[in-house]
Every structure is written in C-alpha cells, then in structure tokens.
C-alpha cells in the first residue's frame, strides 16, 4: 500500500529526528520530572533535529516550553538501532516551578521503586546514582554531578565582580560528564566557559600559549588553573578583533576534587616542551641564551 503524501511527509521528518527521553532532577536531587499519562507515568520525551548539539537543542527545549533552565549532564542511547531513543540526564536550575498539565516533580526514590517500569526504570535509578556520586580523589566525569554548575557560578561571580560586571543568565551551548561550553550573560559583555577533557586535553595549553605568544591576536588571560583530573576549562570575555585588552580578557580554570573551581596563575614551568621553543622563537633567542631553560 502506497503511503499519502502526508505521510511521507511526516515519516521524511520524523528521520531527522532524535528522540531523547530525558530525566530532570531539581538541584538537590531530590525529585524527578515525570509525565502522567492514562497507565502511569513515563520520562518526558523531545525530539531534536539530528546532527545538532543535544546539550543546546534540549535545554532550550525546556526553557522554552516548560520555562525550566536546565543543564545536561550526560546523554547515552536507550533503544538500540534502527529505531533509536536515547535518554538525557540534566539538572534543573529550580527547586521546583509552575509546569504544564500532566507534568509533576516526584520524589526520586519514589519514582525509582513505584513509578516506572523495564527500561525506564533502569536507566532513572543507573542516572540518579550517578549524578548524586560523591568521589573522594579524582573525579572522570566531573561534569555528570549535580551541584557543579552552581560552584561553577560561584567562581565566576568571584572572578568577573572585580571588573564590574555581575552575572546575570547563562545558556549551555554543548557538553557531556566530560566537557562544557556555556555562554553567560553578565550586565556587560558575556562570558564563556569551556572544559574539555580527554581526548582535546591539547586545546589548553594550546590556547595559554597562544595567548603569551601572539596577545594582540587574542584575549587576554587573567588567571589559570591548569590541568586537574582530566577537565580543563577556560572562561572568556566575547572576543572582538581589535578590541582593548580589557574587552578581549580572558580567564582560564578547572574544577577540582570537590566540583569547585578557583583561579590560580600558570607558572611558566607547567608548559609543554614545545611552548619553550615556540617562545624563544617568539622571543628572538636561542635556548642557550633563554633565561627560561628551568621550565
């Protein structure tokens, strides 16, 4: 039987689609976001065009439907191939809020043991153990705990009021347990947060070097933490070509064992051996004449 136009449609649209089921938790923790329907309950579920960041696409979803400013935290596949449904696990910046008809907040141990069921179930309980995982030491997926973006805030704060600037707003544009890249918003000029972690660990001291060598090219670094179990991180004033220094100011960090971050000078012996060459020939001397040689 020869599908209507309508239909073809729709299936065409549906194939650049993905579907993600996802799993809010409030900050504490201490409650899941579920949807009520005639059998029970079930994970709200979005679909995103395919190919697209799902940090971006997902947490704009809940701003923008559901008022609910969120963060992801990770993201993994819950139905296999062809048909493919993955899950999303994200932090909700609220306590609790105002949601729709047929979306509540459930305790999470309540919606873990009664709720849902088969797969569901799994991934909800596998989620929330691994969001609420306190590591004692060093940490591989610093940025799939809940509490991290709010010590990240913290820092910032700590770091941008000195220059008179406040913050304000923040949108998370791509991320995973691993990395991060978010835009905030502050009463001037916004800044960006960006972690990376394995395998693109290269792309700090890349960019210190980078900035000690060609600073009229780049923003300027204010302050640093280098590498702290596997996740570095930089934060950065919008970057306009030309600009003063001041409006191309940059700040590098990285959270530690606790989730929190705090800055901290680069001392020049961190670098990679390559930067040392890299700044004699900047500098327009040879190794032996390098007052730098105890890098």
Same mark, same amino acid.
């Given at each position: 039987?020869?599908?209507?136009?309508? %239909?073809?449609?729709?299936? %065409?649209?549906?194939?650049?689609?993905?579907?993600?089921?996802?799993?809010?938790?409030?900050?504490?923790?201490?409650?899941?976001?579920?949807?009520?329907?005639?059998?029970?309950?079930?994970?709200?579920?979005?679909?995103?065009?395919? &190919?697209?960041?799902?940090?971006?696409?997902?947490?704009?979803?809940?701003?923008?439907?559901?008022?609910?400013?969120?963060? /992801? /935290? &990770?993201?993994?596949?819950?139905?296999?191939?062809?048909? *493919?449904?993955?899950? %999303?696990?994200?932090?909700?910046?609220?306590?609790?809020?105002?949601?729709?008809?047929?979306? !509540?907040? &459930?305790?999470?141990?309540?919606?873990?043991?009664?709720? /849902?069921?088969?797969?569901?179930?799994?991934?909800?309980?596998?989620?929330? /153990?691994?969001?609420?995982?306190?590591?004692?030491?060093? !940490?591989?997926?610093?940025?799939?705990?809940?509490?991290?973006?709010?010590?990240?805030?913290?820092?910032?704060?700590?770091?941008?009021?000195?220059?008179?600037?406040?913050?304000?707003?923040? @949108?998370?544009?791509?991320?995973?347990? *691993?990395?991060?890249?978010?835009?905030?918003?502050? *009463?001037?000029?916004?800044?960006?947060?960006?972690?990376?972690?394995?395998?693109?660990?290269?792309?700090?001291?890349?960019?210190?070097?980078?900035?000690?060598?060609?600073?009229?090219?780049?923003?300027?670094?204010?302050? *640093? @933490?280098?590498?702290?179990?596997?996740? !570095?991180?930089?934060?950065?004033?919008? &970057?306009?070509?030309?600009?003063?220094?001041?409006?191309?100011?940059?700040?590098?960090?990285?959270?530690?064992?606790?989730?929190?971050?705090?800055?901290?000078?680069? @001392?020049?012996? @961190?670098?990679?051996?390559?930067?040392?060459?890299?700044?004699?020939?900047?500098?327009?001397?040879?190794?032996?004449?390098?007052?730098?040689?105890?890098?």
């Amino acid at each position: 039987m020869q599908l209507s136009t309508g %239909a073809q449609t729709q299936s %065409a649209e549906a194939a650049q689609k993905d579907a993600y089921r996802l799993i809010v938790f409030n900050q504490p923790g201490t409650a899941v976001l579920l949807k009520t329907r005639a059998l029970g309950y079930e994970l709200p579920l979005v679909n995103i065009p395919k &190919f697209t960041r799902p940090a971006q696409e997902i947490t704009a979803a809940l701003r923008d439907r559901w008022h609910i400013t969120s963060v /992801l /935290l &990770f993201s993994g596949a819950m139905e296999p191939a062809p048909d *493919t449904v993955y899950y %999303a696990a994200l932090e909700a910046q609220v306590r609790t809020c105002g949601l729709p008809e047929g979306m !509540d907040w &459930f305790p999470a141990h309540h919606a873990i043991s009664h709720l /849902l069921k088969d797969k569901t179930h799994a991934i909800l309980e596998s989620s929330y /153990l691994r969001t609420t995982n306190r590591m004692a030491g060093d !940490d591989p997926e610093p940025f799939s705990r809940l509490g991290w973006l709010s010590n990240l805030q913290g820092w910032v704060r700590t770091v941008i009021r000195p220059l008179g600037m406040e913050l304000k707003d923040f @949108q998370q544009l791509n991320g995973c347990e *691993t990395f991060s890249l978010i835009r905030f918003d502050t *009463t001037k000029r916004p800044v960006w947060f960006k972690a990376v972690g394995k395998p693109s660990l290269h792309e700090f001291p890349i960019t210190v070097a980078l900035a000690e060598l060609f600073p009229e090219y780049v923003p300027s670094l204010l302050a *640093t @933490q280098p590498v702290c179990h596997g996740a !570095d991180s930089l934060l950065a004033r919008t &970057f306009r070509p030309g600009g003063s220094i001041k409006e191309r100011s940059v700040l590098l960090g990285v959270l530690g064992d606790s989730g929190h971050a705090g800055p901290q000078r680069f @001392q020049s012996r @961190q670098y990679p051996p390559w930067f040392r060459a890299l700044r004699l020939h900047r500098l327009g001397r040879s190794p032996c004449q390098s007052p730098f040689l105890d890098f």
